[in-house]
């Protein structure tokens, strides 16, 4: 059969093709600078002699309805495309971003479903949107396949109180739900579990390190969640490419009282303006890396305070968890970023994490090992694959039926 996943992020799309059980990547794509002036399409056919066939297109794509549209004619090019029948897709994967206490496993969509992650819109309303129009958009393309999603919280359902209760009064939680949900599971869970694999222990301690538009970290134990950056929504800890993470409640107050800036004006200023945005003027850090070569002492600061507040977090989970066997790398910035991992990981020695300077600033495919032969942390890069874990997680909610 062929599973067909979509992956909408804050800023982007991504969606993968796979013939199914063999696991077997047909086609990927992805939907970049959605909403920004020069959007970016990338589409890639992998032909069956292993080439692949990538085109590239720059054009504006306002909205994920459109970045789906877009990827949907090239997949079903009657030339080129590698899905000639819309009717042979099976089974549809979706990321969700928010699913609250209740969504802890894949989970078919129904009308109920989408009406309640409809309901958590509020808590992640830069993903929350994409995903349900993402449903949407495929339930009239692949009007005969099952829809299953997949959410961002699910992995984290294994923290304890102590990590996900915040220190506000009991029935905030009991009736309202104010806990720490934690995002980017399906990451930290596809990353952890190669990690151990690759280091042949199942019982490591590693903390994943998920840099893309949003940032999460988490700290596992045996490839269980058991503290995460991320809180009630996609907002707190790490600074991100248009998100503040972590500030200080008082801002807000000053922000309203003092400023005069309505709720809604503060929402969006930490959800969209501030950041990388809010330091340098850009939120991908392409442009940044572009800004620091040229001297701009905005992106040097940027970088600066992006790393910093990741090591102050490693510092945490480090202490939370007595030390780990590795620290690892993931994501558009973690996967590519020299100059972040480097800063993130300058003088770390009394921790025993030391950086090898020619590896991590080498380029190549798949798993790195970047540590120094001393090191007694294993600091690694393992590329992210959202779209396969959630691939296999639909596909194992199916057997399980
Ligand atoms: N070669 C690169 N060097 C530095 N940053 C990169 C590189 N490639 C991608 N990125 C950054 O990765 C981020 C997007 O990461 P990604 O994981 O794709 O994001 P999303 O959160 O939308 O899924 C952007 O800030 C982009 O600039
Ligand atoms: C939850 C979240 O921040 O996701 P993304 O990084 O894809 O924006
Ligand atoms: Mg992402």
């Known amino acids: 059969m062929?599973?067909?996943?979509?992956n909408s992020g804050s800023s982007s799309l991504k969606y993968q093709l796979f013939?199914?059980?063999q696991e077997q990547p047909l086609a990927r794509g992805l939907v970049e600078r959605i909403g920004l002036p020069e959007g970016q399409l990338t589409h890639t056919t992998l032909l069956p002699d292993g080439q692949e066939h990538t085109v590239r297109h720059t054009l504006p794509i306002p909205d994920h309805r459109t970045g789906?549209?877009?990827a949907m004619r090239l997949l079903t090019d009657p030339e080129t495309g590698v899905l000639p029948d819309p009717?042979?897709?099976q089974l549809v994967g979706h990321r969700a971003v928010?699913?609250?206490e209740e969504f802890r496993e894949p989970t078919l969509v129904t009308a109920e479903v989408k009406a309640r992650i409809r309901e958590l819109f509020p808590l992640a309303p830069l993903h929350n949107p994409a995903n349900l129009l993402g449903m949407e958009v495929a339930e009239q393309l692949f009007p005969q396949a099952r829809q299953v999603a997949v959410f961002d919280t699910a992995f984290h359902s294994t923290l304890p109180p102590h990590a996900y209760r915040f220190a506000l009064p009991e029935e905030l939680y009991t009736k309202h739900g104010l806990r720490a949900y934690g995002f980017h599971g399906t990451s930290h869970q596809f990353v952890s579990q190669e990690t151990l694999r690759y280091l042949g222990q199942p019982d490591a301690r590693v903390i994943t390190v998920h840099l893309g538009n949003g940032c999460s970290m988490t700290a596992t134990v045996a490839g269980r969640a058991v503290d995460t950056s991320m809180g009630f929504g996609p907002m707190n800890g790490l600074v991100m490419g248009t998100r503040a993470g972590d500030t200080d409640?008082?801002?807000?107050?000053?922000?309203?009282e003092q400023l005069g800036y309505s709720l809604d004006d503060v929402k969006n200023l930490l959800n969209k303006e501030s950041g990388m945005l809010g330091l340098t003027g850009h939120s991908d850090m392409r442009d940044i890396t572009r800004q620091l070569n040229e001297g701009d002492p905005r992106a040097r600061l940027a970088y600066d305070l992006y790393a910093y507040r990741i090591k102050k977090y490693l510092g945490a989970f480090l202490a939370a968890l007595n030390g780990a066997e590795a620290i690892v790398f993931t994501g558009g910035v973690g996967e590519n970023d020299a100059l972040v991992r480097q800063l993130v990981c300058a003088n770390l020695d009394f921790l025993g994490i030391q950086l090898d300077d020619t590896e991590n600033a080498r380029r190549a495919p798949g798993i790195r090992d970047l540590s120094a032969a001393g090191s007694r942390v294993r600091v690694l890069v393992v590329p992210t694959n959202e779209e396969l874990e959630i691939a296999r997680l639909c596909a194992e909610m199916e057997v399980d039926q």
């Open 2 to 6: 062929h599973i067909f996943v979509i």
């Open 19 to 21: 013939r199914w059980p």
């Open 68 to 70: 789906l549209e877009q």
């Open 87 to 89: 009717a042979d897709v």
């Open 98 to 100: 928010h699913g609250g």
């Open 249 to 256: 409640q008082a801002i807000i107050f000053h922000l309203v």
